[in-house]
């Protein structure tokens, strides 16, 4: 089992709809979450991070966790043409004491149609 | 300016050759990473390091150095036992597990 595993896509959505991405993982240690945005031929940006159950909302973007579940996902409210990139998901994983991992799913594409 | 800075942007490599990637940071981050990421795919993890001296193997360690003598840098070395080195390589540096990229290296064999 991958320890970061998201939907690659691709996943279409009309503008001005909710755009859902989701993401699990297999560490249940897992303490910190994070949605990165990236375009094409760019660098990943922080876009979210999560540490607690439950909902965080910033502005049109709300990151949820369920860590009974081990998932976690990113709401994208009233899409743009410009959300349209690839979302990746990451988990801080911790395989030994003092030494926390970032990793990441595969990403998954999306694309907001006008 | 605070960031990362990765350097070359570009960078060609004959086959037999080691190269090394530049990566400082003057976010005073204790924590920093290198990454692979293929076309249409996700990131990789290479090495990772949280203090000066102590590094980690990622997940695809095999054919890449590092070394962390400083705080602020933290140059990845792709060697010539790297069989498939062409990709895009990416640092990042963070605290508490939250990341930040730098502009990223496009490594080419010919």
């Known amino acids: 089992q991958k320890e970061v595993e998201q939907n690659s896509g691709p996943l279409s959505v009309p503008e001005g709809a909710i755009a859902s991405l989701n993401c699990t993982y297999s560490d249940r240690g897992s303490q910190s979450f994070f949605w990165y945005r990236q375009y094409s031929g760019k660098s990943p940006e922080l876009i979210m991070f999560i540490y607690s159950n439950g909902d965080k909302e910033d502005g049109r973007f709300t990151a949820q966790l369920n860590k009974a579940s081990q998932y976690v996902s990113l709401l994208i409210r009233d899409s743009q043409p410009s959300d349209s990139a690839t979302y990746l998901c990451?988990?801080?994983?911790?395989?030994?004491?003092?030494?926390?991992?970032?990793?990441f799913g595969t990403g998954t594409r999306l694309t907001i149609i006008p | 300016d605070g960031g990362i800075t990765q350097s070359p942007k570009y960078l060609f490599r004959k086959e037999g050759q080691n190269v090394t990637l530049s990566c400082e940071q003057n976010?005073?981050?204790?924590?920093m990473y290198w990454y692979r990421q293929d076309p249409g795919q996700g990131l990789r993890l290479i090495y990772y390091?949280?203090?000066?001296?102590?590094?980690q193997k990622g997940d695809i360690a095999e054919g890449y150095s590092v070394s962390r003598e400083k705080k602020e840098s933290f140059p990845l070395t792709v060697t010539s036992a790297q069989k498939n080195p062409t990709a895009f390589y990416l640092c990042a540096s963070g605290r508490t597990g939250e990341a930040f990229f730098g502009q990223g290296t496009r490594l080419t064999v010919v």
């Open positions: 976010l005073n981050h204790d924590a």
């Open positions: 390091s949280q203090i000066v001296n102590d590094f």
């Open positions: 990451a988990v801080n994983i911790e395989p030994n004491f003092g030494n926390e991992k970032l990793t």
